[in-house]
């Protein structure tokens, strides 16, 4: 079992890119630095047009407020053009509920850079990273093609990143959530917990 | 960013491995063999006798049961041997309540296999790994350090990946769980939802 | 100018391939095997929902018929999914009269094999091959992005090939239509015409 | 079908080159810099005192006036020597035509850069190039042996590559001539054609 | 038996490292530069919480203010974590009366290095290494998993090693101990012991 | 530190070899096999009529007697020919007693094996292998030039190795001479001594 | 000056080939199997419709009976097509007069072959090779490109050849004709010519 | 028949060397410098004391006044040392007329890079290498070992050579000798001769 | 000093050769199965017809008979050819004397293999090599250019081999010759003599 | 027998090196600078305390004071130490006759660049190279194990290569001794010896 190649994303930077998002009726592009200053959530799904994505599209733009409230932006990410999107959000009453940007990946520089490119199917698989505000990720999930995401945990997770990032690691027991008490570690605690 | 190496772990098999784990004051040898015929949780913690991890296990263990009624064991993996599973189980009134095999790698080939040995520390991240009868991986989360996990949404995500792999693909919509109303792909579905 | 890499696909054979193809509101797979057994026109386009490219399927579209009376099928191809192809044949009124099968290719598959992907774009240059029934390219075109392309002329193309493939060689004066006069060559002929 | 190299002419800049050309009863050398500043046709045949090859060539020579009128200038290319395109221009009534320049390529630099040569025969296919006023590739096409060409199709994609040259892509619809109404691209015609 | 790779550690310096070690109820970090200025023992046992390892650790601690005399620091090294180290030192009253520092290897740092680590185990072998002020080893032993060490052994090569660092090698006879006469050499002692 | 070549002989076995060896006034060829059957002690020192060797090889003459009962076989080994050991054989009074093999290694294929031999200086290090009847290493020890070894601990160490290889690990406590107490490892001893 | 890749044509095999010439109003094709059973005279030459080259050909037409009667063949090879060949045969009076098959080497196989292609220029070299009936080279000239021939030594090489192949090699003296007095070598003669 | 390396002495220049040579009852060194400023004679033979060897020889002596009018210096070249030419030169009748210098070549450097040297035999072929004062070859003729040279059409290549060095090639027709009618090349010309 | 290239010619066997000799008027080839059978001496030596060389080969010839009362052939190896030696051997008193087989070497094989051939110079150092009727080198001397060897003590050395070969090694004492008294070797001998 | 390497020793340069060498009852340490100004006689042989090295040194010893006449210096070599070398010095009378330095070669570094180290036995042949006064090898020989040398045959060699060195090559015949006749070289000498 040794000698394999290792890929772990904690703590990897932003690829440099540019990318066409499509958001309330514009098409600007973005690129990396984009990307910086504020926490991201980079929301990779199959194909517009299909079935699971739309709902969790929706469930995502139900809790955008509470993400925009901790500092941070949603980005969708499917293999499609931005004309496409703009179609979707066009056509689709729940999809044209989202309000952040939807970004097209058919390059799949993106898809690619994390992992989540079915070279195969030329889709995305079902990934999900929380990206600090330097752009480096701070928790990743993945999961196989038919399995929908919860946005309350994504926003879960993010909130307990928010807290070890300001009060250092070691700190935040298992389901946390914002208010909870919270560890003070020392020497003291070995074995007593 | 093309001729990047890529390392996805959605459908990816079980290594060949054999490992000592510690389980109701025994300790006994475990392959890749014994985790199949049945859903597996790998739950990777960074070190025994440190803070945020008794709190996740004891999470787990609160849910036990439950996993245990959909056909699924835990097994949370350390790099410790399982000489100190046993003193911690045996010192911490929260670790004592883990009925589930706690495993001891030291070697460090889980969690290299599966991309979360931190090798400057020697310790694991926070990775929980999903796997199916057949031992393939269905869904991963890793968090960074501190952050800790969420017993209940892996049981969530857990039943998803069962409901998914019994009916296929494209039917959980977002945050779906066991009871809820699934979909029934087909092209009369395209960009109607 | 010596020892560069030469690509020349007339006499080139078909690749291995599978693809979904949008036709007549179903979704089907198609193999390099389907495009034996008859004349194939390979139409390359950017993307759905673009600009110039619904006119060019139009175009095609209307001299269907023809093509399939000298036994030819006309496939379009572009980067885009089967739902995308799906939505557009519905939404778009000149590509809903389109009545031939329409490639998915999000892979990159087809079009990467011949030579017609912008890597950078994930999009189709506009490159037409027509193949014949052994799936070997006799003849191909490759615009810039935004010149269209001229249905009649790759229709006239068509049958100066067909006509070739059964009296051979050396016989089709330029610009050549079925029925005008060909030549019949000989050493007669050298230096003659 | 991966990993598989890659040629594209779209955009190809002109190799550097010298041949001698033949033009009315002289013959000159030609470099790379002689075919910028003007769009070009590098029109490649098999043989000179073969078949099909002489009615192509007139074909092009009764169109001549039409391309220079669009600041383009026609170049015949095969892997014959000058002195050879000297005796069948002299000896050809169709030939004898012929006002532009015929390149002599026995050296078979130009084809072999541009993909048409085939080593075996030490011929040419029937390719023909349009080349910007930068020397770079626009459009072009390559027929199997027998297949000849239509000079009126050169010269209407020659003005859609000029129009797309000075207006921008995405504008030009199938088989467009000059004269004939345009599109305006924007995100209010997606969808919408 | 020739073009083997040979390893001796007679001479060699120090590694770069950063380990944690335990000491008096105190993590502190230790580096290289930590181990010079004096003589060191580095003595490596295979797991915490394991069997003869505290009898080894004992006998050491007996031992301590002879070595400590002698200008000698001893650091024994396991793969365990410091967190380990401070619940054993806690638990085991043989451990307990450890009072040199106690460091954690959990990457395998150290004891790769020294050649002591078994990577199927994930443990050190039992090997003591004697290192001068300069840091490099002077005498080392290196034995299988279940055979102890014998602590006044090691004092006893300690003190010969110093002894020959200040008069010059080819003095001490076997089995010496400080206070026993030495030898003077010189080509007349030649055969005439 | 990490990617360095290891070499560590605990376990290895013995390279195919011939020496010469010097006994009771004969020369004799040993290869491997004679080292089989019986534990051996490999005893490496670097040169013949120098100044602390004789003493060493008289103290291990003395004890001889003592590694025979222990079914032990004594080789003595330098980089000398068995000319010259059976000159100072004779010539010595401490090396006159020695009634083991003493084997010529000129060739320093031996010493270079395991690892002993200073190239630069033609002669071996003082160094020590315990080996077992399969001819595997249980136990080694290398000194810098000068420092002498201890016959005593020679013999301690090959009976706990013995005693180990009869009875398993874990069980030998430090400074263990036979017929003291032993272990008996278990899961209830972890933590208790 | 040592290890130069040396190419020494004398005594080498003819390469497999298939080439078309041009004889007697024919165009045939050759092979290597066509070259064998007769002696042959390859007379390369730079290009039809040029200066010194008929001139060449027209010397060799004046001694082909000579040349039959020796039992050989000649095969002048140039770079152009046989349709040229053709052409210029009935064109030019003094090529008219060829009888002896005209190879059309478009390729530049044999010319490649031989070492007398000027790549960058496409044409020969001024090359005369005479084949044995095995189609092994027994002499060869080569000439700068205007430096014509001479039939009458080409013949009197031959014929010297042949006598060789028939009597063994050091009998002909310097310019030996037919008739003239030969050697018999031995050992009397040396020194004494 | 592609890919071979290609070796045409055709223009290839002097490479550097010193030999020695015998001439005029004396011994000189010579170096290709010597051989720049006049047309040179490189006349390679097999061997000394042969038999077809001292009639070549002597076929070029009776020519030598015409070579020296011509600005030409001949050179035999054989593998013998400079010590058997002398013997030779003072034992035959026939070599005793050379007047021109004899070179020796024993370590192959002259033969090897003209590629006549035959390494199994140490022998030279029969070898002659027309140089214009440049040091630049313009014609060479390889005979296979038997086969005599002619030294009036060795005479008559070099005075056509010079002919073209003067007036540019494409002027001296087949079998060309000084004072004949030469042909002033232009296009007039194609195809009229 | 280590990893450089090592030949000693001492036990190396024949090579593969095939080479022409002059003896007794005839000319003869020899192969590696000649020399095999009898002992034999290899005399190299520069170059015929120059100073030392006849004297070294006339001091043999005065030897001739001693050699072959001992079973041994004499063969001088210079890089002249045979008729070169033929040609001297009639020309020179004192190498008229020679009856013995003079190899001729112009190709350098037997120079070469036996590391005395001086490239640069196409000569023969002065070496002598003694082998055995294996065809195997038992002994050899090579000497600078200028210095001349001696029969007598070549004959000495033949004698020695021969006597050892018979008797084995470790026998003949410094400048023994037949008839001497020879050593018996055995372990009283050590540090006698 | 081509391509293979070549190792010959005359006029090869010393390497560097350090030994120590045993000379009038002192170990010294000497470099290659020691054996400059001089010449030098390297005496291999293969070991201390056999049975035909005593002879040979001996031998040596007896015409030490004529080498130091022609100012040269005799150096013995063997791979045993300078503590070997003593006690065979002072137990051998041979050998205690030996003035001259006895070099110790441990490590072979001597025997191993002068390529007469037998790896397999950690022994030297019987090599003698004769040095001049800058260090480089004008003659060598080197024997099989059991044959002794002749110093008197040395001292001969040693004298002609100083008559050499001073007169130039070409000029000492055979068995030459100081004071016989030599030759002047000159081309009235070619072929009258």
Same mark, same amino acid.
């Given at each position: 079992?040794?000698?394999? /190649?290792? &890929?772990?994303? /904690?703590?990897?930077?932003?690829?440099?890119?540019?990318?066409?998002?499509?958001?309330?009726?514009?098409? @600007?592009?973005?690129?990396?630095?984009?990307?910086?200053?504020?926490?991201?959530?980079?929301? %990779?799904?199959?194909?517009?047009?299909? %079935?699971?994505?739309?709902?969790?599209?929706?469930?995502?733009?139900?809790?955008?407020?509470? %993400?925009?409230?901790?500092?941070?932006?949603?980005?969708?990410?499917?293999?499609?053009?931005?004309?496409?999107?703009?179609?979707?959000?066009?056509?689709?009453?729940?999809?044209?509920?989202?309000?952040?940007?939807?970004?097209?990946?058919?390059?799949?520089?993106?898809?690619?850079?994390?992992? &989540?490119?079915?070279?195969?199917?030329?889709?995305?698989?079902?990934?999900?990273? /929380?990206?600090?505000?330097?752009?480096?990720?701070?928790?990743?999930?993945?999961?196989?093609?038919?399995?929908?995401?919860?946005?309350?945990?994504?926003?879960?997770?993010?909130?307990?990143?928010? %807290? &070890?990032?300001?009060?250092?690691?070691?700190?935040?027991?298992?389901?946390?959530?914002?208010?909870?008490?919270?560890? @003070?570690?020392?020497?003291?605690?070995?074995? @007593?917990?």
């Amino acid at each position: 079992m040794r000698g394999e /190649i290792i &890929v772990n994303y /904690i703590g990897s930077a932003l690829p440099d890119f540019q990318v066409n998002a499509y958001q309330d009726g514009e098409v @600007k592009a973005l690129t990396a630095d984009d990307l910086r200053g504020h926490w991201s959530i980079l929301f %990779f799904y199959p194909a517009d047009f299909s %079935f699971v994505c739309p709902t969790e599209l929706g469930d995502l733009a139900a809790h955008y407020a509470a %993400f925009q409230k901790q500092n941070a932006e949603i980005y969708s990410v499917s293999e499609d053009t931005e004309f496409v999107h703009q179609a979707w959000h066009e056509q689709s009453e729940e999809v044209g509920q989202v309000a952040y940007p939807m970004i097209a990946d058919p390059a799949g520089d993106l898809a690619r850079h994390y992992g &989540v490119l079915d070279e195969a199917a030329g889709q995305a698989y079902r990934g999900v990273f /929380i990206l600090d505000p330097q752009g480096e990720v701070r928790s990743y999930t993945i999961n196989d093609m038919g399995i929908g995401r919860n946005a309350g945990e994504i926003l879960r997770t993010l909130t307990a990143a928010q %807290f &070890v990032a300001e009060h250092g690691d070691r700190v935040c027991p298992a389901n946390w959530h914002p208010g909870e008490e919270t560890l @003070k570690p020392g020497t003291d605690l070995v074995g @007593k917990i």
